[in-house]
C-alpha cells in the first residue's frame, strides 16, 4: 500500500494541516487545480477534500472477506488503465487496484478523453491476470455496470441506469463508464484491466469541459468518499469473480432493472454503419439485441444513441 504521484510537501500539508509555501508546492497545488489559502508563508488547503487512504480502502476491502489486490492511491496520475496495464506488461501477476485523485490523460471508451479534476470524483482500475478460457469474460463489462448500478442504488443514488454496454445513466445523462481493455501476455495468459470513472462534484469550468449530457451525483450519496471508492471495488472484484466462475448468464436477469433505452428507438454506430432498431433487452452473452423490421439481432460492440422520435422502415 502506498500513495504516489504525489509531492511531499503536500503530504506534508495534508498530515498537518498546513505547511510552509515553497515555489515546488504553490505550482504543483496550481498545475492541479487544488484550491488553497496562502497566509504570510503558510499554505492551507482551502476546501473540505476527503483525500483517499489507502490504509482505509484496505480496512473497507477486507471486510469483504476477498482476498486483497495490490492497492495504489496516486494523487495525480497518467491513467489509471495505464497504470495497471504496465503493471502487468512488466511481469507482475498479482490483482491490482489503482486508486486516484485527478488523471492527466483519463480515458473513455473509443479513444475519448475523460475529464478529471482532482478530489472530487471517481477514478480507479482493478486489473488481474487470466489463463481460462476468454470466453467467460463475455459480457464482463456490463455485468461490472449492474454490480455497481447496484453498489450505487444501495449507498442511496436513486434513478441510477445503464446504456448498453458499459454507461453509468443518472436523468438520462451520463453519469460515468467503464472501459475494460485486455492485452496478450506470454504463456497465452490475458491481462484484463477495468477502468471506472464517475463524477461525484463538479465545477463549472471542469463541466464546460464536457462535450455530452452529463449528470453528478452530488450530494445524493451520503457515504464518504473512501467508503464509497471502496464499495465500488468491490463491485467491480464481484463481477470479475462471478464471471470468471460461471460467465455471464446469471446477470441477464438483472439487466432490465437498470436498461435506461427499454423499448426503445436506439442507433447503433458500428464498423462505419448506423444501425437503428428497437431495444429487447441483452442475449446470455451481455450483447444488445436490436428488433430491426420484426427481426432480432444481436450486436456485441457499438456505440449506441437514443433515437427521439419514430422511424420508417426505409431509415433502418
Known amino acids: 500500500m502506498s500513495i504516489k504521484g504525489t509531492n511531499k510537501f503536500f503530504e506534508t500539508m495534508i498530515s498537518q494541516g498546513k505547511v510552509r509555501a515553497t515555489p515546488i ?32 480502502l484496505s480496512e473497507y476491502l477486507a471486510q469483504s472477506g476477498f482476498s486483497l489486490p495490490k492497492i495504489e492511491v496516486y494523487r495525480i496520475a497518467t491513467s489509471t488503465n495505464d497504470i495497471v496495464m504496465d503493471e502487468f506488461l512488466r511481469g507482475s501477476k498479482k490483482d491490482y487496484l489503482c ?3 485527478a488523471q492527466t490523460k ?20 482493478y486489473g488481474f491476470v ?6 467467460l469474460l463475455e459480457g464482463l463489462s456490463v455485468a461490472i455496470g449492474i454490480e455497481v448500478a447496484e453498489s450505487l442504488t444501495r449507498v442511496g443514488l436513486a434513478r441510477v441506469g445503464l446504456k448498453w454496454p458499459n454507461d453509468l445513466i443518472l436523468d438520462q ?22 477502468g471506472l470513472g ?7 469550468r471542469d463541466a464546460e ?12 450519496i451520503q457515504i464518504p468518499r473512501n467508503r464509497l471508492m471502496s464499495e465500488l471495488a468491490l463491485s467491480v472484484i464481484s463481477a470479475v469473480k462471478k464471471c470468471r466462475k460461471k460467465g455471464f448468464g446469471d446477470y441477464k436477469s438483472k439487466w432490465n432493472r437498470f436498461n435506461s433505452h427499454a423499448g426503445e428507438f436506439l442507433r447503433l454506430e458500428r464498423a462505419g454503419r448506423s444501425i437503428t432498431g428497437i431495444d429487447k433487452g441483452i442475449d446470455n452473452s451481455g450483447n444488445l439485441i436490436l428488433d430491426i423490421n420484426g427481426e432480432t439481432i444481436a450486436f456485441n460492440s457499438g456505440e449506441v444513441g437514443f433515437v427521439r422520435r419514430e422511424i420508417s422502415s426505409d431509415q433502418i
Open 25 to 56: 508546492l504553490l505550482d504543483f497545488l496550481q498545475d492541479m487545480g487544488i484550491s488553497y489559502l496562502k497566509k504570510a508563508d503558510e499554505v492551507f488547503l482551502d476546501e473540505d477534500y476527503e483525500l483517499l487512504s489507502p490504509d482505509l
Open 99 to 101: 486508486v486516484a485523485e
Open 106 to 125: 483519463g480515458k473513455g471508451r473509443r479513444g475519448r478523453s475523460w475529464v478529471s479534476p482532482f478530489g472530487r470524483n471517481i477514478y480507479m482500475s
Open 130 to 135: 487470466f489463463n481460462s478460457d476468454i470466453s
Open 173 to 194: 445523462k451520463k453519469l460515468g463508464g467503464i472501459l475494460v481493455e485486455m492485452a496478450p501476455m506470454k504463456a497465452g495468459s490475458i491481462a484484463v484491466v477495468i
Open 198 to 204: 464517475m463524477n461525484l462534484m463538479l465545477s463549472f
Open 209 to 220: 469541459l464536457i462535450d455530452q449530457p452529463h449528470a453528478v451525483a452530488g450530494g445524493n
